[in-house]
């Protein structure tokens, strides 16, 4: 299946990006992948921060997966820092690869490496296949989250 690398995203990854986002129910009915514009714009927020981390699995030179991590301190947990994990996407034909899983425990060993003392992230109540994968590498259904469009 060829080599595999997980590297910070490059502005040129965004469109790539941006189709993963869109490509399943809930992204096709939120995602505009025909106007650049608004992702362009906070691919360069997210870039220029330091606790954040875009993240994409190449192969082959195709972008064919992708994560967002947050770097969120605070008090709690003896002044813990959490890693966040947010639009876990992997491209259609290489779903049931592995590559889901490769992803995660990337973001895991990042969020390691930058002393975190907890992981955590968010997944849609409809996307019960979703959490049945994150409940096979050891997350636990732990909260109940809440969201306030705006």
Same mark, same amino acid.
């Given at each position: 299946?060829? #080599?595999?690398?997980?590297?910070? =995203? &490059? /502005? ?5 990006? !941006?189709?993963? $986002?869109?490509?399943?129910? @809930? ?21 220029? #921060?330091?606790?954040?981390?875009? =993240? &994409? /699995? ?5 972008? !064919?997966?992708? $994560?967002?991590?947050?770097? @969120? ?27 889901? =899983? ?6 895991v060993e990042q969020a390691r490496d930058?002393?975190?003392? @907890? ?30 469009d705006l």
């Amino acid at each position: 299946m060829g #080599d595999l690398t997980i590297r910070r =995203a &490059v /502005a040129a990854d965004v469109p790539a990006i !941006v189709a993963m $986002l869109a490509d399943d129910p @809930l992204g096709a009915t939120r995602e505009s992948p025909d106007d650049p514009a608004p992702y362009t714009a906070a691919y360069v927020v997210i870039d220029a #921060d330091p606790h954040q981390m875009l =993240a &994409v /699995a190449e192969r082959n030179g195709q972008v !064919v997966g992708t $994560l967002q991590l947050t770097f @969120l301190s605070g008090l709690a947990r003896r002044g813990a820092t959490r890693a966040q994990i947010e639009a876990v996407r992997v491209a259609s034909g290489e779903r049931g690869s592995g590559l889901g =899983a490769t992803l995660m425990e990337w973001a895991v060993e990042q969020a390691r490496d930058r002393g975190c003392g @907890l992981v955590q992230l968010t997944s849609d109540t409809s996307r019960t296949d979703a959490h049945r994968f994150y409940e096979r590498l050891g997350f636990k259904a732990s909260h109940v989250g809440f969201k306030l469009d705006l």
